[in-house]
């Protein structure tokens, strides 16, 4: 066991919760801590709550020094599709999307990533998603999903480029996890190739090996779950 502690966003989820394991697993934070929605008492927080957010900082702050931040939350199909045409771009939708995949964890680096160290190594990442690359969208359609991942990863660059001036060490990344089985990606498993879609746990330790081959020259990117970087 070490003094370090990680911090897992969205522990409740499929992906999140066999990140939280995996980290677990390996020994190399003494403390994981766990954090979502659907989770009670001191581990609940609701990205659309900043004060949920604030008052779990504050308790990770009174604990050994956290080196990775690992935001596994998102939004897709809860209760609205993703649009096939622009002609079905609602306000409601576009705004919930930005709401949960680009704010909240937006606000999740305002109130965590000051208390990342500045003397060593350490990580703040967030699951993006490969539809949200503007250079790689050649279908269009998935009108608020795109556009709320691509600026999640518009956030990641300009945090990127802020913690490097006073955290010479620190990566920032967002990872695409593949199509992974769970709840999220359920109604589109259609057609996906068996090898292609992936455990919880398996696309946990891919994201996990990839974040820890990220050098501070990488910070900014984001990167698919073999280590690719996809474009901007």
Known sequence: MTDRAAVVIGASGGIGFAVAEALEAGGTFGTVHRFGRSMAGEAHIDLEDERTLSAAAARVAQGPVPTLFFVATGVLHHGEEPERSYKAMTAGHLLRDYRVNTVGPALVAKHFAPLLPRDRRAAFAALSARVGSIGDNRLGGWHSYRA???????????????????????????????????????????????????????????????????TPADSGGVFAWDGARIPA
Not at 158 to 167: K, Q, V, Y
Not at 191 to 208: C, D, M, W
């Open 148 to 214: 709320s991942k691509a600026a999640l990863n518009m956030i990641l660059t300009n945090l990127a480029l802020e913690l490097g001036r006073s955290h010479p060490q620190a990566v920032v990344a967002g990872l695409h996890p593949g199509t992974v089985d769970t709840g999220l990606s359920e109604p589109f498993q259609r057609g996906v190739k068996p090898e292609k879609l992936f455990t919880p746990a398996y696309s946990a330790e891919r994201l996990l090996s990839v974040l820890d081959g990220l």
